[in-house]
């Protein structure tokens, strides 16, 4: 079993930064590729980021410029770093990975979700 954890969310003004963080734990063999999405009460969830294992990354175009994903192996853990912010990017944000684990001699691959945590960008 592998869990996501996300932390980093919170209140900002418009124009300011914040750094979401995305904790893996568990039996974890390989973490493939990760992504970051987001959903705004009312609206349909939206892919906001993706690393893949090759190092290429996408971005939707309403972040472009302003955000940026990355990594750390040996921590297992996922990062999205948010730049001037806009009240449009308040939402609940989540991370999700393609991970392998190991259980005793068997791999399984499959996606993991976290929780999310909230952003609110004020006017």
């Known amino acids: 079993q592998v869990q996501l954890v996300e932390s980093g969310g919170g209140f900002v003004q418009a124009g300011g930064s914040l750094r979401l963080s995305c904790a893996a734990s568990g039996s974890i063999f390989s973490i493939i590729d990760i992504h970051w999405s987001r959903q705004a009460p009312g609206s349909q969830r939206e892919l906001v980021a993706t690393l893949f294992q090759s190092g290429s990354v996408n971005y939707a175009e309403s972040v472009k410029g302003r955000f940026t994903i990355s990594r750390d192996n040996a921590k297992k853990t996922m990062y999205l770093q948010m730049t001037s912010l806009k009240p449009e990017d308040t939402a609940v944000y989540y991370c999700?990975?393609?991970?392998?684990?190991?259980?005793?001699?068997?791999?399984?691959?499959?996606?993991?979700w976290g929780r999310g945590t909230q952003v609110t960008v004020s006017s």
């Open positions: 999700n990975a393609r991970i392998i684990t190991k259980q005793g001699p068997e791999l399984t691959e499959r996606d993991y």
